[in-house]
């Protein structure tokens, strides 16, 4: 059956299986669940409870995900499924993601057939989102396999705390990634997030596989918007993952555990703007507020692509390249 997990993602270890499938490495007795809520030992094998059990299938643009250097324009199948390896109090998919009760209830879509829905929409790619994928990794996996095999890209919209076993597998089957780099704080990680703090690694270890790479940071008023941290979160993006790795910083509303904090306000995106820019990142974009974002020439400084929310006005990149001086623009273009 299709939902027991792969023997490469999990090992024995006496009478507890370990799961190999994100950085909490969860030890589980038999007919234990993960901390996910979905991964599960059942007889010794480790079953992923909500294999083909969607949450949320929907058609977006890529630019919704966000990735702005990856198929701009395109329309992308997006989906999710119940659980999720984090627990932020600021979750916007609270109502899927930390369900833990019934996760094997939702309709079941197997992985050709999801990929058949991609192609009768037109859809140049499927993204695992809304709830973390790397929890549902082995449906992932499977349908990514068969998109690949019709000229279908991958994305990952992830937390970043993948185990590096998941990582190295995900190298020519998952095409981009935008990875939440929410904090660089490991208290943050660690008591707000009750997460491990392995986000730089995964990071690093994503850039370096050669996947599509962009970050986004979404800025809690309160939390992790003072200087300081907004300069160490640049200086590792610049430093570890190169300039040219996209930077979204994207603003906060009040929602589920913290209905208490204020939205993020606009001169607080444009100070973190300032400060990536003071780093050298080329590539800046300030999220949910209905804002044009500019991709830029880092060469002659021409407008190569204009968009509003998640709309494209303006594309002046040419074959991959600036239109203007011809010089290569990071990215997938088409």
Known sequence: MPEFVNKKFYKVEGNKIVCLICQHYCKLKKGQIGICGVNKNENGKLRNLVYGRLAALNIDPIEKKPLYHFLPGSKSLSIGTLGCNMQCPFCQNWHISQI?????????????????????????????????????????RDTAFIAKEHGIKNIFVTNGIESKEVIDDMIGIIDACNVDFKSINPHFYKKILKSPFGILDSLKQIKKSGIW???????????????????????????????????????????????????????????????????????????????????????????????????????????????NCGIEIPGLWN
Not at 133 to 138: G, N, S, W
């Open 213 to 323: 790479l962009e970050t986004t940071t979404l800025i809690v008023p309160g939390e992790n918007d003072s200087d300081e941290e907004l300069n160490q979160i640049a200086d590792f993006i610049a430093n570890e993952l190169g300039t040219e790795t996209p930077w979204h910083i994207s603003a906060f509303y009040p929602q589920y555990k913290m209905t208490n904090k204020p939205s993020t306000p606009k001169k607080l995106l444009e100070k973190a703007f300032e400060i990536g820019t003071k780093k050298g990142l080329q590539y800046i974009y300030i999220g949910n507020l209905g804002l044009k974002n500019q991709t830029i020439c880092p060469n002659c400084h021409s407008t190569l692509i204009e968009r509003r929310a998640y709309q494209i006005l303006v594309d002046n990149i040419d074959n991959g390249k600036c239109s």
């Open 100 to 140: 833990r009760e019934s996760v094997n209830n939702t309709e079941y879509i197997p992985p050709e057939n999801l990929v058949q829905i991609a192609i009768k929409y037109n859809c140049k790619s499927i993204a695992y989102t809304y709830n973390e994928p790397t929890i549902f990794y082995p449906y992932a």
